[in-house]
């Protein structure tokens, strides 16, 4: 290799002969330039994969700790989930307990029949009830069966409810009842409360108010077929049993209310013209003197 006047002369030997290429002092600098562009670029795109490699590493660990924040976050939520939830529950429990302490309050006031208590009508008022005054306070008053055939699972009174297992006073009556059963309205009366839908402890729920504050309730139907301000007649069908609400198996839940208080629906399920008096004798906290007094001037202002 020889360099003559900026020109570059290789010469190749071997055993035959010996062979020279001029090559142009320019075209050296240009691969010398080349080589050391070329240098350059796979030297950067080394450090840009280092710097991307490193960028990328960083964000790595943003994101672990990012998840390892949440990550707390989410066990601290728990824990104050679980601790409202035993808030929750506690207070459930008082509710309850404080339910089971009005239960025996009600009972004292009232649901426990004294021995030494009083007819509550007077056999001359019984007496003096015309036919036409019976069948008026049978067809507003509310007896009779809510259901064609009767078959009491729980009564009225004190029970172990199957639910909660707790000692809870029963107000109202349960009867056997296959699905989609006819429940029929014990008396004439107009619609003061519908549930529809299947919510609370009564799930879908008739109540009926009746002449003289008597009220009647049906609970756990499958379905309702009457609606809020409805007039009803005696023995109109109002719904059909079911299950809905804290039920464990289908049935007819009645109660039967009088001026705030719960009455045994099984004394009003009996009674009927044939057995008149004995409502009279088994449920004496109605005010009966008075009702029937109140019975006798409404028919003679009906008769005007």
């Known amino acids: 290799m020889k360099i003559l006047n900026n ?16 090559i142009h002092q320019l075209f050296r600098k240009i691969i010398l330039i080349v080589i050391i562009i070329t240098f350059f670029v796979i030297t950067g795109a080394f450090w840009f994969i280092s710097f991307l490699t490193t960028e990328i590493n960083e964000v790595k660990i943003k994101k672990k700790q990012e998840i390892s924040v949440l990550t707390e976050k989410e066990k601290k939520l728990q824990a104050q989930n679980l601790f409202y939830s035993m808030q929750i ?5 008082d509710i309850e307990e ?19 208590e009083q007819i509550s009508i007077t056999k001359a008022t019984l007496t003096k009830i015309t036919s036409a005054q019976k069948m008026y306070m049978l067809s507003t008053i509310p007896n009779g069966k809510p259901l064609e055939r009767i078959s009491v699972s729980a009564s009225f ?3 172990i409810h199957p639910v909660t297992h707790e ?20 008396a004439d009366g107009v619609v003061r409360y519908v549930q529809s839908r299947d919510s609370g402890d009564f799930g879908r729920v008739v ?4 002449n003289f504050g008597f009220e ?17 007649k005696k023995n109109q069908v109002i719904g059909m049993t079911g299950n809905s609400g804290r039920s464990t198996g289908p049935h007819l839940h009645y109660e039967v209310r009088y001026a705030s208080m719960v009455l045994n629906p099984r004394d009003f399920i009996n009674w009927d013209l044939k ?25 003679k202002l009906g008769q005007l």
């Open 207 to 210: 109540i009926i108010s009746h």
């Open 216 to 232: 009647t309730v049906y609970a756990h139907l499958k379905q309702t077929k009457v609606k809020l301000g409805d007039v009803i």
């Open 98 to 116: 404080l339910s089971s302490k009005l239960d025996t309050i009600e009972e004292i006031v009232g649901l426990k029949r004294d021995s030494n």
């Open 89 to 93: 529950k506690g207070k459930v429990q």
């Open 157 to 159: 009174g004190y029970r």
């Open 7 to 22: 020109r570059l002369v290789i010469t190749v030997s071997d055993v035959n002969s010996t062979k020279s290429y001029n």
């Open 167 to 186: 000692k809870k006073f029963h107000r109202g009556i349960d009867l056997r009842a296959n699905l989609r059963t006819p429940v029929y309205a014990t």
């Open 275 to 299: 057995k008149y008096e004995s409502i009279f004798t088994k449920q004496r906290r109605v005010k009966w003197e008075y009702l029937v007094k109140l019975i006798k001037e409404h028919h």
